[in-house]
């Protein structure tokens, strides 16, 4: 049996093999390993938003997530199911949801209990007025997640992306990782997902920036996780995807700042070793050092190189973008 087959026939009641029509609004919960969270997670948000449908990703989990969710939709009666991904990664789950649920609006919060539902209408408002296209709940601008944060490299972490992801496109954002957003439509069928782990509100941050979406931020509570509920982020792996995930943003979206300042380092690499060579011509006529003169030489053909690239992936960019906008016109 083909590994497609086998994931198809996984798929439990209330699964959509495909894309179908659904509610208005969604409520989205990736869970890796969340039984103990579940169901307070589902019956908060159906408390807070009764007429959303609520769908559970189930991202290979080895526990009873799956069961617990099925059970607690269906005794509050409630909208929804759960969806099964196999390929692990939080962005993976996440463009699962996107692909098969349609709605006019999505909210995607994590089902560890961290993010109050309570404040669910208040970030849904902003993208129900037409002001905004991505919402996002703050965790630092009211000092909740410094208080109740027990890992302090995730808080540097934290605010190293955040300050990067600001000087980078000019920005004043105060939080670019939290995992509580509520998404329009247009946002959530434009966005292409090629992430596949915790760095999927990093890029969904950068994509929003870059292609000139609508960020608005609420401030929120933000509570640790619950005793018994085991956090899944290891602050070094997770924090380095997150770094390359910048690198790679700049790379795709900034090359000629990219290229250009990695063309600035080769010359003034070739400047240093060539310039023991031009003070011997100088004074001598002569060159006695060839090595160096060689390796300078090397040093700035590849510093001409790197800007000619940094020059025309930025048109190739530029371009990308024209594109883009006409796509979104004529969705």
């Known amino acids: 049996m083909s590994i497609a087959h086998q994931e198809e026939q996984s798929q439990l009641t209330k699964e959509p093999p495909f894309t179908f029509m659904a509610p208005r609004l969604v409520v989205v919960l990736p869970a890796y390993n969340e039984a103990s969270t579940i169901a307070e997670s ?23 997530t799956k069961s617990i969710a099925l059970q607690t939709l269906s005794n509050l009666n409630c909208q929804g199911g759960v969806l099964s991904e196999r390929r692990p990664g939080k962005g993976n789950a996440l463009r699962r949801a996107f692909m098969d649920l349609e709605a006019d609006i999505y909210l995607v919060s994590d089902a560890d209990c961290t993010y109050p539902p ?10 129900l007025a037409g002001s905004a296209d ?32 600001n000087g980078l496109f000019r920005t004043r954002l105060s939080d670019v990782m939290s995992g509580y957003r509520v998404l329009n439509r247009r946002f959530v069928k434009s966005y292409p997902i090629l992430v596949e782990g915790f760095e999927i509100e990093t890029d969904m941050t950068l994509h929003a920036l870059d292609k000139r979406f609508r960020i608005v931020e609420i401030p929120v509570n933000y509570h640790d ?5 085991v956090s899944k982020l290891s602050t070094v792996k997770d ?17 000629l700042a990219f290229f250009g300042t990695a063309a600035f380092l ?3 690499l070739g400047l240093l070793a060539g310039w023991p ?4 011509w100088i004074a001598t006529h002569n060159i006695d050092r060839v090595p160096l003169a060689i390796l300078a030489t ?24 024209l594109q883009f906008e006409l796509d979104l016109l004529n969705q």
């Open 134 to 165: 991505m919402v996002v709940g703050d965790r630092h601008s009211a000092g909740h997640y410094a208080a109740e944060n027990k890992r302090p490299l995730h808080g540097f972490g934290n605010r190293l992306v955040r300050d990067l992801v």
């Open 118 to 127: 309570e404040a669910a209408k208040e970030l849904i408002a902003p993208v």
């Open 239 to 255: 924090g380095m995807r997150v770094l390359k995930t910048i690198g790679n943003i700049m790379r795709h979206y900034r090359p």
């Open 277 to 280: 060579v031009l003070s011997e």
């Open 225 to 229: 996780r619950p005793a018994g509920s």
């Open 42 to 64: 589902i019956e908060g948000f159906h408390r807070a938003l009764p007429d959303a449908a609520i769908w559970v990703i189930d991202n290979r989990c080895s526990d009873n």
């Open 298 to 321: 090397g040093l700035e053909i590849v510093a001409v190189l790197l800007l000619g690239i940094g020059l025309i992936l930025d048109s190739m960019v530029h371009q990308n973008k």
């Open 266 to 268: 080769f010359g003034l």
